[in-house]
């Protein structure tokens, strides 16, 4: 049973920072192109990084030089590091795996930026 679960959400104010993992099980891990995906409500599912099998990272322009993605193939868990967060990035935040036509989902993980 494949399974993706999210975690590190919460509250942080403007300017702050949060790292959120995705976590990974009943899957190769390591041949896997990961996304983390982003909702606000009202809104459509957005993609906000990339990272391959390779490591190879593509991100949104929103996000371009705030968020790093990455991934320990040891730890079967890929990462979103956040800094300098604004309020337009308080969203639910989705990990995806997917591998040609493959793909799965994470519940997601809520995170807020407010003061």
């Known amino acids: 049973q494949v399974q993706l679960v999210e975690s590190g959400g919460g509250l942080v104010q403007p300017g702050g920072s949060l790292r959120l993992s995705c976590a990974a099980s009943g899957i190769i891990f390591s041949i896997y192109t990961f996304d983390w995906y982003r909702q606000a409500p009202g809104n459509q599912r957005e993609l906000v990084a990339t990272?391959?099998?390779?490591?190879?990272?593509n991100y949104a322009d929103s996000v371009k030089g705030r968020f790093i993605i990455s991934r320990e193939n040891a730890d079967n868990t890929v990462y979103l590091q956040m800094s300098s967060l604004k309020p337009e990035d308080t969203a639910v935040y989705y990990c995806?795996?997917?591998?040609?036509?493959?793909?799965?989902w994470g519940q997601g993980t809520q995170v807020t930026v407010s003061s």
């Open positions: 990272i391959t099998s390779s490591s190879s990272t």
């Open positions: 995806r795996s997917r591998l040609a036509v493959t793909s799965y």
